[in-house]
């Protein structure tokens, strides 16, 4: 599987932003999909899943901002960012995991592909 990240770049503070990942192989509705984020000098965060079976988890930091989708037929995953601030500022990756995958979905380790990441920017 690989993945392609888009849609970033630099948004006032409380502005929107769509991110997509497009993803090329085969079986996609077979993969729990996520978003990690990361700023320099931090580790990697997580910021949203949507598993394969389409249900939701956020990271509490996003909840109620940020909502997550994906399209099977086009094998692509949505991540709609709303209500920005600062501290979404950062450089955001989609990853995938197969869905019998372990560790939890907040966990870097389950998923096994990585996009190159987007850059968000978000000015004050």
């Known amino acids: 599987v690989q993945l392609q990240a888009s849609g970033g770049g630099l948004v006032q503070a409380g502005g929107s932003l769509r991110l997509s990942c497009a993803a090329s192989g085969q079986a996609f509705s077979n993969y729990d999909m996520g978003w990690f984020r990361q700023t320099p000098g931090k580790e990697r965060e997580f910021v949203a899943v949507?598993?394969?079976?389409?249900?939701?988890y956020y990271a509490d930091s996003v909840k109620g901002r940020f909502a997550i989708s994906r399209g099977n037929s086009k094998k692509t995953v949505y991540l709609q960012m709303s209500d920005l601030n600062a501290e979404d500022t950062a450089v955001y990756h989609c990853a995938a995991a197969y869905y019998s995958s372990g560790y939890k979905y907040s966990e870097e380790s389950r998923y096994r592909y990585w996009g190159r990441g987007t850059q968000v920017t978000v000015s004050s």
């Open positions: 949507i598993t394969w079976r389409s249900t939701r």
